[in-house]
Structure formats: structure tokens, C-alpha cells
């Protein structure tokens, strides 16, 4: 009988929820199964951590309080100590960090001799240290500090990454950009995408479908609410409509975003036809998707978006729902218009248009809601994590396991 392997995953969120962490949540619950698996990562719980993971998996929280400064550098440092201790101790046979844990990884692999593995799911330090530099202009000291520390630790992560045995990336723009970024080549690394529970996210039983849609739809996204996300021309869309669809919106944001949105519904008259549920628990997604009749991702087209991966889609396929959603990269990479999805121009009479489409052609509506959950399905959290183990164990083991 083969012996388990084993695995150490450091993240600096709390993995022992999908909520903030989903790619290391299922990679390590997944491979818990087969493989022993040790989890270092943050105890913070700034979400609905949604209990305390899953009880194969040998957790190692760590909380260093809400001070974002003071809290980043304490876990950098804990997180480091942990990671030497424990792979020394246990000798894993790899060592998985991603993109704000990579250094702590790094140091974990050389103390255990262990196989070290980097997974990138956005360009390392860039976002952080883009969104601190946008406050240039009125940086407090605290932020100006930061910015030195974040550049500190960006030559740190460059030789991490030049050091690792294998990186993964979730879309080849990743993979791309942190080339550009810091000056390596990644031409070896491997693509791999999200996935969907979907056993989860099954369709609801005796649900409403695209053969029997009437008016108004239901119209449902799920998402953070801010600048770029696409809402002002989903309520322009439902003026432009008339009384088509209701827009029903499970997220949150800034307090001003939300109130100018719900100021210019009201201006257009159209305040009645949305509701407005604030943040929703993850847990209570599937519920809410299986209720709708139509999801929707009305995204702009901009760089962060471009290279990111539309995990969001699959939910959306995977429930039942017919999936609209504006036609930009990210969002072509799922959906084949027509097929499994429907891509508008990102206007509001472009989303009538598609909207109307539904309506006109119920027969298309449920042959793209079967399609879409067939997409779903290809990309299940166990096809994606037998992909990951594949990068994290190579074939031939490359020490025995304790």
C-alpha cells in the first residue's frame, strides 16, 4: 500500500472557509482524503468563516489582531517561524504558498527538503502596492511605510519564485503579467482555473426554467458593489425595460457607491424593482441562485478584471441559471454565447436586448441553462484539485514520507 504524502499549505486568509480562501479551502480538504495535509493561515475573521474547517485537515491558525500594518508583519513572522518548524519537523513532501505567503513557503521548503510549489491567483504585491500608490497624493505615514515594506517584500518574492520547483497560475494573463512584472520566465507554469461545488450549487427541484420563464424575470447578481462592477447600467436597463425584469443584488460595498445607486433608481423610477440584500453568507448563495431565473456578471472592461478568473460564472451555471453576462475577456474565457451563456455589450439596451432574447425564445433559455450546468460540472472542485495535486506531487515521489 502507498504511503500518504504530504502537504503544507500557508495562506494569509482563514482557509477553513471558501469565503475569502476558495482555491486553498478545496485544495486542502480535497487532498485531506488521501494525503495528510497541515494548513498554516490567518484566524482573523473579518467574514462568516462559516465553522472550523474540515477536521482531516491539521490546522494551524494563526491571529494577529486587526491593525492592518501591524497584523500583516506579525503574520509574515509568525507564518515564517511556523513554516520552519514544521517543515523540519515533518519533512512534507511538498510545500504550497501563494501569492502573500510565497516567502514563507519558501523558508518552510528549504527547512523540510520538501518540493516547493507557488500558486498565483493575481500578480504578487502588485494590487497592494497599486492601491496604496493611488493615495500618493495624501499618503499618512503609516501608508508611506508600507509602501517601503511592500517593495521590500516584492525582491523577496522574485527570489521565491525563482527558487520554486513549480508554479501554478489562475489565468495565463497572471501568468503573463508576472513576467512583465518582475522579469522571469514562467513559460513553464501551470494554468489552472477555478472550480465549483457542485453538488452545492445543485438546481433547485421544480425550479422556474427557461421553458416556463414569465414576465417579470428575476435577475440576480452576487458580488461586491463598487466602481467597475457594471450596476448603473443594469438599473439604466431596467428604465429601458420597463417592468421586463426585477434586479436583485446580494453584496456590499462602500456606503456612497451604494447610495448613489439607489439615488439614481429613484431618479429613473425604478426604486420598486430592486431588492437590495445587503452582504448574503456564502452559505445561502446556492438558495438564492436557485431562485432566480436569470444571473448575471455586469463587469467593465478593465486590466484587474481582464486577467482574472470569472469563478462567479460557474456558480451561476452550476445553479440552473441562465448566465448573462458583458462580453469582455474574462468572461469569454466560460461562456460561448449562445451556448451556455449570453454576452451583451455592456449597455442597458444591450441587456434588454438579451433579456428579451430569454423571453422570446424559452427553448434557447433551457438549452442554455442544461449547457451551463455541463460546464459547471467539467470544472467540479475534484477535476481542479486533481490538477493541483499533480503539480504539488510529481509522479515520482522525490523523497519517501514519514
Same mark, same amino acid.
Given at each position: ?104 513557503? +519558501?523558508?518552510?521548503?528549504? *527547512? ?8 498565483? #491567483?493575481?500578480?504578487?504585491? &502588485? ?22 515594506? +511592500?517593495?521590500?517584500? *516584492? ?6 519564485? #525563482? ?34 461545488? /457542485? ?18 424575470? /428575476? ?9 467597475? &462592477? ?7 436597463? =431596467? ?28 431618479? =429613473? ?6 431588492? +437590495? ?12 441562485? /436557485? &431562485? ?21 460564472? =460557474?456558480?451561476?451555471? *452550476? ?13 469569454? &474565457? ?69
Amino acid at each position: 500500500m502507498a504511503q500518504r504524502r504530504s502537504l503544507l499549505l500557508i495562506h494569509h486568509r482563514d482557509v477553513r472557509s471558501p469565503f475569502s480562501a476558495t482555491v486553498p479551502h478545496y485544495i486542502s480538504t480535497k487532498l485531506a482524503a488521501t494525503h495528510t495535509v497541515h494548513v498554516i493561515c490567518s484566524a482573523d475573521k473579518d467574514h462568516d468563516a462559516g465553522g472550523t474547517g474540515n477536521t482531516s485537515v491539521v490546522y494551524h491558525p494563526i491571529r494577529t489582531g486587526n491593525t492592518r500594518l501591524f497584523s500583516t508583519i506579525a503574520f509574515f513572522i509568525i507564518a515564517t517561524l511556523y513554516a520552519t518548524v514544521l517543515g523540519a519537523r515533518h519533512r512534507f513532501d511538498a510545500t504550497y504558498g501563494f501569492q502573500r505567503t510565497l516567502v514563507q513557503a +519558501w523558508v518552510g521548503a528549504i *527547512a523540510g527538503d520538501s518540493r516547493f510549489v507557488a500558486g498565483l #491567483q493575481v500578480v504578487p504585491v &502588485r494590487q497592494k502596492r497599486d492601491f496604496v500608490m493611488s493615495r500618493q497624493a495624501d499618503m499618512s505615514p503609516a501608508e508611506r511605510l508600507s509602501v517601503m515594506i +511592500w517593495a521590500g517584500y *516584492a525582491a523577496a518574492v522574485k527570489v521565491a519564485l #525563482q527558487r520554486c520547483d513549480q508554479v501554478t497560475c489562475l489565468t495565463e494573463g497572471i501568468r503573463q503579467v508576472t513576467e512583465q512584472e518582475y522579469g522571469l520566465d514562467l513559460s513553464s507554469a501551470t494554468v489552472i482555473g477555478m472550480g465549483v461545488d /457542485t453538488e452545492t450549487f445543485e438546481p433547485a427541484d421544480g425550479r422556474q426554467t427557461g421553458d416556463s420563464f414569465s414576465r417579470p424575470l /428575476t435577475v440576480t447578481y452576487v458580488g461586491s458593489l463598487g466602481a467597475a &462592477r457594471g450596476l448603473p447600467h443594469v438599473i439604466e436597463a =431596467l428604465a429601458e425595460c420597463g417592468e421586463t425584469f426585477e434586479f436583485h443584488i446580494a453584496g456590499d460595498g462602500q456606503s456612497g457607491y451604494i447610495d448613489a445607486m439607489q439615488a439614481k433608481a429613484a431618479k =429613473l423610477g425604478v426604486a420598486d424593482q430592486i431588492v +437590495w440584500y445587503g452582504r448574503v453568507p456564502h452559505s445561502d448563495v446556492p438558495g438564492l441562485l /436557485t &431562485r432566480t431565473d436569470v444571473a448575471i456578471s455586469p463587469l467593465e472592461d478593465i486590466e484587474s478584471y481582464r486577467i482574472s478568473y470569472p469563478a462567479k460564472l =460557474l456558480e451561476y451555471m *452550476a445553479a440552473g441559471a441562465v448566465v448573462m453576462a458583458t462580453d469582455i475577456p474574462p468572461h469569454q &474565457r466560460l461562456i460561448t454565447d449562445g451556448d451556455n451563456g449570453l454576452l451583451y455589450d455592456g449597455t442597458a439596451t444591450g441587456l434588454c436586448s438579451a433579456i428579451e432574447q430569454c423571453l422570446d425564445d424559452p427553448a434557447l433559455a433551457g438549452q442554455i441553462e442544461r449547457t451551463a450546468r455541463e460546464t459547471a460540472e467539467a470544472h467540479d472542485w475534484d477535476t481542479v484539485v486533481d490538477k493541483h495535486a499533480v503539480a504539488l506531487f510529481p509522479t515520482t515521489p522525490n523523497q519517501a514520507t514519514p
